[in-house]
């Protein structure tokens, strides 16, 4: 996903994440936009929307453009990333599968996109490519991942956004998240008022949010 002017979505997934919810491993990234009226802050109160039944988290990588890219190879993607961050890909998933068309509804409510608390530069991670991990929900370990389980690596999903739309300095692009998701449990367990997530990720910092109602 991105978030500037616009936010695009790579859900490339974790292997792991595809199975939990029954999907099939994608040869390609699919994409999906997220309002950048969803933006929130990494310790900010999420809004459990008065029409949701079923909020679910995703604790995701997010890659911070750094400069104009289009049309670029995978072997120049590192050129153009400036950072990494931390994200809660927020999910409402009755409005995002069972609805009528795209996902776009079920990932932008307010709040629905939590950023940070840092940018981190390329020069302080030593390797994108394996780093833990979690998310937390009233203390209870939903997540454990790292990104070395991602079906598509950050060199290669920068490159092929690239060829679909230009990027700009600024736009964060998400990468799916691993498995642990309260859609891929059974019985399924959903987000409600009250309910406080910790989220991490090596080298990326932590977040502390609590569902509050709309």
């Given at each position: 996903?991105?978030y500037?002017?616009?936010?695009?979505?790579?859900?490339?997934k974790?292997?792991?994440?595809?199975?939990?919810?029954?999907?099939?491993?994608?040869?390609?990234?699919?994409?999906?936009?997220k309002?950048?009226?969803?933006?929130?802050?990494p310790?900010?109160?999420?809004?459990?929307?008065?029409?949701?039944?079923?909020?679910?988290?995703?604790?995701?990588?997010?890659?911070?453009?750094?400069?104009?890219?289009?049309?670029?190879?995978?072997?120049?993607?590192?050129?153009?990333?400036?950072?990494?961050?931390?994200?809660?890909?927020?999910?409402?998933?009755?409005?995002?599968?069972?609805?009528?068309?795209?996902?776009?509804?079920?990932?932008?409510?307010?709040?629905?996109g939590?950023?940070?608390?840092?940018?981190?530069?390329?020069?302080?991670?030593?390797?994108?490519?394996?780093?833990?991990?979690?998310?937390?929900?009233?203390?209870?370990?939903?997540?454990?991942?790292?990104?070395?389980?991602?079906?598509?690596?950050?060199?290669?999903?920068?490159?092929?956004?690239?060829?679909?739309?230009?990027?700009?300095?600024?736009?964060?692009?998400?990468?799916?998240?691993?498995?642990?998701?309260?859609?891929?449990?059974k019985?399924?367990?959903?987000?409600?008022?009250?309910?406080?997530?910790?989220?991490?990720?090596d080298?990326?910092g932590?977040?502390?949010?609590?569902?509050?109602?709309?």
């Amino acid at each position: 996903m991105y978030y500037k002017q616009e936010i695009c979505c790579n859900r490339s997934k974790y292997s792991d994440h595809a199975a939990e919810t029954g999907a099939t491993i994608p040869s390609e990234p699919i994409i999906f936009m997220k309002a950048t009226s969803c933006i929130n802050g990494p310790n900010d109160d999420i809004e459990l929307a008065l029409n949701s039944k079923k909020l679910d988290w995703e604790v995701e990588l997010g890659i911070v453009i750094g400069k104009e890219t289009k049309n670029i190879s995978e072997k120049d993607s590192a050129n153009h990333i400036f950072g990494y961050c931390l994200v809660n890909d927020l999910s409402e998933r009755e409005w995002q599968i069972e609805k009528m068309g795209q996902w776009v509804k079920g990932k932008s409510h307010d709040t629905y996109g939590p950023i940070g608390p840092y940018l981190v530069t390329t020069d302080e991670i030593t390797n994108i490519n394996n780093l833990n991990l979690s998310l937390d929900v009233n203390g209870k370990r939903m997540q454990t991942g790292n990104t070395n389980k991602m079906i598509f690596n950050v060199n290669f999903i920068v490159s092929y956004l690239s060829n679909y739309m230009s990027l700009q300095s600024g736009d964060i692009i998400t990468t799916g998240t691993p498995s642990g998701v309260g859609m891929g449990m059974k019985p399924q367990v959903f987000l409600k008022a009250g309910d406080e997530l910790k989220l991490s990720i090596d080298n990326l910092g932590e977040q502390n949010s609590k569902v509050i109602l709309e």
